[in-house]
């Protein structure tokens, strides 16, 4: 292939490290490249909560519209920012494999709060619900911006701590010595996995994207996005979910909560890697049918869009 592949990313510092990871991969198999920085709405707008922006996919949509107006060939994403239903004409083309899927709290250098009162910042409703669940005497605030303005953020206010993925921290290099792995807390959907897209109709640079797929990661981020997507949380509703394979073995475990944190709906199960194609979909059936989750979504999603909702 002759042509340079231009790839799509927001200019945040972990968006140009996820890239620029991608272009150094493309690059060794001997194809050129050329990255193309782009803002994105959910960088400019800082001031709301993500849930309230009504924007499905906000960090993916400006690179969505390069791609179908052909600024770019190929955008580069955390996975789980990524709406589970992609733009007519754009499809996965490769899941890179996947880094720590654990979220950590970064704290002041004690977690002597944990039993008394505490605050806690998360721009994400599935960390503070879940944190709520545990914690039910906490606070937690706002917290938006990229990693580098969350940090910054939590050392100018006097908040106990705040949440982050702990690959977005490695990645750079920026997670403090101060931080605990929240090994109880159930990750996003696909976090920790970077994913490239490109456009249906492109064959030749799907061809050599499809290069880069790591399967397992593949296998079980379409195993959490399928939960995901089943439950119609879209990037908003407090929904957990994480996929392992081991032996052979997809190995499962999912949630829903309440927005309050005082409910939370828990499946888990494994199947044979083989059986993977509708394993996300019955898991999520299962929370729907048998655990009142159907009732449950209906209430966030009335909670969350109060004028849309007819229900």
Excluded at 38 to 55: R, W
Excluded at 129 to 149: C, F, I, M, S
Excluded at 198 to 213: G, P, Q, W
Aim: proline fraction near 4%; hydrophobic fraction near 40%; aromatic fraction near 6%.
């Amino acid at each position: 292939m002759s042509k340079v592949i231009r790839i799509g990313t927001r200019d945040s510092e972990l968006a140009l490290w996820q890239a620029n990871t991608v272009k150094a991969q493309i690059e060794s198999l001997g194809y050129q490249t050329e990255l193309v920085p782009v803002k994105s709405t959910g960088d400019l707008i800082l001031d709301k909560p993500l849930y309230e922006l009504g924007i499905t996919g906000i960090f993916t949509k400006t690179l969505d519209i390069a791609m179908i107006t052909g600024q770019v060939d190929i955008a580069v994403h955390s996975m789980k920012d990524v709406p589970t239903l992609l733009p007519k004409g754009i499809v996965k083309a490769a899941v890179l494999k996947r880094a720590p899927s654990e979220d950590i709290l970064v704290h002041k250098g004690t977690t002597d709060f944990y039993n008394t009162e505490g605050t806690i910042a998360t721009g994400s409703l599935r960390r503070k619900a879940q944190w709520l669940h545990k914690y039910p005497t906490h606070k937690v605030e706002d917290l938006r911006g990229n990693v580098n303005t969350r940090l910054q953020k939590l050392q100018d206010n006097n908040w106990n701590g705040a949440i982050f993925a702990k690959a977005g921290l490695e990645r750079i290099n920026l997670t403090p010595e101060n931080h605990e792995v929240l090994d109880w807390m159930i990750p996003a959907p696909a976090q920790g996995a970077m994913l490239v897209v490109a456009m249906e109709n492109d064959s030749e640079t799907r061809e050599v994207l499809a290069k880069l797929n790591h399967e397992d990661t593949d296998i079980c981020t379409q195993v959490e996005r399928d939960f995901l997507r089943t439950l119609e949380g879209g990037c908003t509703a407090p929904i957990g979910a994480i996929a392992t394979i081991k032996n052979d073995t997809i190995h499962f475990t999912g949630a829903l909560f309440s927005l309050d944190g005082k409910q939370k709906l828990l499946v888990e199960n494994s199947v044979p890697k083989d059986s993977f194609s509708n394993f996300g979909y019955e898991c999520a059936t299962n929370i729907l049918e048998n655990e009142g989750g159907a009732a449950l979504m209906k209430e966030i999603r009335k909670a969350l869009n109060p004028k849309t909702t007819n229900e």
